[in-house]
């Protein structure tokens, strides 16, 4: 038995002909748009850019496309510190554009979901620069966090919290007091005790949702409301802490009130819209608390991104999540690389570990070799996936970027998050030749390895053993079988050490995460694999580092 990844091509799947709750099975692709393709040729990826590009996310086989921050934004944070919620930044585009694009992927079949912070603003938003102009006892300040500073003179900070890029949360004004900026000193947190706030974000969803977007993924959704009095929370390096442990500012019960009142907006808007969480949360039950029948209907699942490639480690995420998530009726999401953290296809290599520099051809073979089968184990379980734009390609993160070159803010604060997410947003390569493989006609804003044109979408196209004929193999698939999608559980089968093996109906799953071969049950027809699959005496042979999908039927 072999792999043939090119005898399905993808089914056709117009949005308007899918069954009620797609989100249910739906995979999501996510789009980082100054890293997609750029249409002008200016180095920056834009909403044109996307446009242009979407019949390939429709042959790709994705049901919906997300799309990071867009809006009018200083890019302190990459889009991240937003000055204006309804505005395009002129980067990307404007609002035709974005018009256009949506109008563009329901045609196609596809759904788009944008991306939207209200965590906090930029410091350039119109509310933030009124406040800090009108001085303290301004009516503009309580729409943010505002305090007087700690110490003799109010030169210390109001509380002991740490930025998530490293340093105090607070930063000082002229005037002496201090701002909470849980991110970037440009992104001052907002005042969700105000019901200016509320009313504000209530009608950016509106506004949204009535340009066509099909959904918002909600970032920081768990970091909206801080806990009464803003208490310190009594110990450094906060940020081990966070996923890990109760802190005062993420992960507040009041963050659900808000969630039932939007739920109530998007609930007035036909064609099934959806609300995802990027929620970090200590436990997956606490997650699921974020997606109960009236709140929100994803979050993702952060427990599963970070495991191991180990397959103890990896039934035990896998049986936590569906059994939190099986009380409140919701799916469970998987996800295994965004705009945040180390690719897997590097994550996974040799020595492992998040972050970890790939530094000979073996451990790039490694780390490629688990994330294809990473993938196929992905792809076989119940619920949602998101796919992380250039994953497809088998791209790792460029580890050796010169420290002119880098952009993320976390770098350059020397704390806090490792600073490396440059690392994961270079832009993806299309073609094997031009000044940046096809992404545009002017270079690109982060510098490109040469080893990426035989990774480019040209040079996989075709090629019946590359990571992109996998993943569109893989999505056709899984819209084929029914077995796949959605669902909430999995019966698991005996298997060697090292091994997962699960059943859905007529689909079986085997995943070898160790190092050697092992010999399983040829449990059927083999549909795909994600390495050469060998059947000896009615068994198969199953090589280190390999995800089977089998057939019974």
């Not at 929620?279 to 952060?302: I, K, S």
């Not at 965004?338 to 897997?344: K, L, P, Q, S």
């Not at 520099?357 to 949602?384: H, K």
Request: glycine letters at 10%; a negative charge.
């Amino acid at each position: 038995m072999s792999q043939q990844h090119s005898a399905l091509a993808p089914a056709p799947h117009p949005a308007e002909a899918k069954r009620g709750d797609w989100w249910r099975d739906a995979v999501i692709y996510q789009v980082y748009p100054r890293s997609f393709a750029d249409s002008n040729g200016d180095g920056m990826g834009d909403l044109e850019g996307i446009r242009t590009r979407l019949p390939y996310l429709r042959d790709l086989g994705v049901d919906a496309v997300w799309l990071s921050p867009f809006y009018a934004s200083p890019q302190a944070d990459a889009g991240y510190d937003v000055a204006d919620y309804r505005a395009v930044d002129p980067m990307f585009g404007n609002l035709l554009d974005a018009d256009a694009l949506i109008r563009d992927a329901r045609g196609l079949g596809l759904r788009i979901i944008v991306d939207l912070v209200p965590n906090h603003s930029s410091d350039q938003h119109e509310w933030f620069k009124r406040a800090v102009a009108e001085g303290p006892g301004s009516p503009l300040r309580d729409r943010y966090h505002f305090r007087p500073g700690k110490g003799e003179n109010g030169e210390l900070p109001p509380n002991d919290w740490e930025s998530i890029f490293g340093g105090p949360a607070w930063t000082r004004v002229e005037d002496g007091e201090w701002y909470l900026h849980l991110f970037a000193p440009e992104q001052p947190d907002f005042n969700w005790d105000h019901p200016a706030v509320g009313d504000e974000f209530r009608s950016i969803l509106r506004f949204w949702l009535d340009m066509g977007v099909d959904g918002f993924r909600i970032d920081v959704a768990h970091g909206l409301v801080k806990a009464e009095g803003l208490p310190d929370l009594g110990s450094h390096d906060q940020v081990k802490l966070l996923g890990n442990d109760v802190m005062p500012f993420f992960d507040q019960d009041g963050v659900h009130e808000i969630y039932r009142q939007w739920r109530l907006i998007l609930d007035e808007y036909s064609g099934e819209r959806i609300f995802v969480a990027e929620a970090w949360t200590p436990t997956v039950e606490r997650t699921a608390h974020y997606v109960r029948p009236d709140e929100l209907h994803q979050a993702f699942n952060f427990q599963y991104l970070s495991t191991a490639w180990d397959a103890e480690e990896l039934r035990g995420v896998i049986d936590r999540t569906l059994e939190a998530m099986r009380p409140v009726g919701a799916p469970a999401t998987w996800v295994l690389s965004n705009h945040d953290v180390t690719r897997h296809a590097t994550r996974f290599a040799n020595p492992p570990g998040l972050g970890t520099q790939i530094r000979t051809a073996g451990d790039r073979e490694l780390g490629l070799r688990r994330a294809r089968a990473a993938t196929l184990l992905m792809l076989a379980l119940p619920g949602s996936a998101y796919i992380y734009q250039g994953e497809e390609l088998g791209l790792p993160d460029v580890v050796d970027l010169a420290d002119e070159d880098r952009q993320d803010p976390a770098y350059f604060r020397g704390a806090g998050q490792d600073g490396f997410r440059d690392g994961c947003r270079v832009p993806i390569p299309w073609t094997r030749e031009g000044s940046s493989y096809g992404f545009g006609a002017g270079g690109s804003w982060l510098p490109q390895p040469p080893e990426w044109a035989e990774l480019s979408v040209e040079a996989q196209t075709g090629d019946p053993d590359s990571t992109l004929e996998l993943y569109r193999t893989a999505l056709a698939v899984r819209r084929a079988q029914p077995g796949l999608g959605a669902g909430d559980a999995v019966e698991w089968l005996r298997a060697p050490e090292g091994v997962l093996a699960f059943r859905r109906g007529e689909f079986v799953c085997v995943a070898n995460t160790g190092g050697e071969s092992v010999t399983t049950p040829a449990y059927g027809r083999v549909l795909l694999a994600s390495g050469e699959v060998a059947e000896v005496d009615g068994d198969a042979k199953v090589p280190a580092d390999t995800t089977v999908w089998w057939t019974t039927a």
